[in-house]
């Protein structure tokens, strides 16, 4: 009988080993399996990820050279040589001289206002740099071309006519009937807007602040303080010559232009 225990006990201990071992085994592969599904699964987002970036890097690339190439493409389009060219006709407006500025500011504030903005384009005072003597010293000074008088340019209609010719300051149109003024020429658009070859440009027009005839003193050299008659004058030169009495005589002078002053 013990013989039959012991046998029995042999055969349990077998039995519970081999069991034990079969649970090890299931166990560890599933463990494999599972690290083996993870690593699977983290393989398949990064290169998931890694494609999304590329897609993304492909994208912006595509998008920075499309940028530059319509950068490219965009090109200013150039401005007209000439003023005349541009819309509108050039017309002339008659204000008091002196107030000038103040009809500009009234007549753009007034366009504006009546939203006008399509119909008048600009209104231009022309202007030329001049040399002139002040206290014996050149001088460039600002000088309207045609003190009372300003340039508009604009579509004529009813509407934009009656838009600038009732602007306070305005006395009226130059040239033309009262309702239908002439717009400027070419030539004239040009002319006075100062349309000039490139070495002309920026170089000064010397004024001289007096005319033959006008009584002027002289302030430097030995004739300082003689007072006199201008002759002749010589713009190119710079030179003036001048009656100044001495001893009871009209003597003609030689003098420059930064010798002499007006009284």
Sequence with gaps: MAEVIETT???????????????????????????????AESSTEEMAASGEGADEAVTEDAGEAASDEAADQIVEAPMPASPYDLPGDWYVIHSYS???????????????????EDRIFEVHIPMEDVVEFKGGKKVTVPKKV??????????????SWYAVRNTPGVTGFVAGNAQKPTPLSRREVERFLGVQEEEEKGKPRFKPEWDVGEQVRVVTGPFADFNGTIEELNVDQQKVVVLVNIFGRDTPV???????QKN
Excluded at 12 to 23: G, I, S
Aim: charged share 35%; proline share 1%; glycine share 6%.
């Design 9 to 39: 006990e042999e055969t349990l201990e077998e039995t519970t080993e081999e069991v034990n071992e079969e649970e090890v085994e299931e166990t560890a592969g599933e463990s494999t399996a599972a690290s083996s599904e993870e690593t």
């Design 98 to 116: 002196g107030y000038e500025n103040k009809v500009k500011a009234n007549l753009e504030t007034r366009i504006q206002s009546m939203h006008m």
């Design 146 to 159: 045609f003190p009372g008088y300003i340039l508009v340019r604009m579509s004529l209609d009813d509407d």
């Design 254 to 260: 030689e003098l420059g232009f930064e010798d002499i």
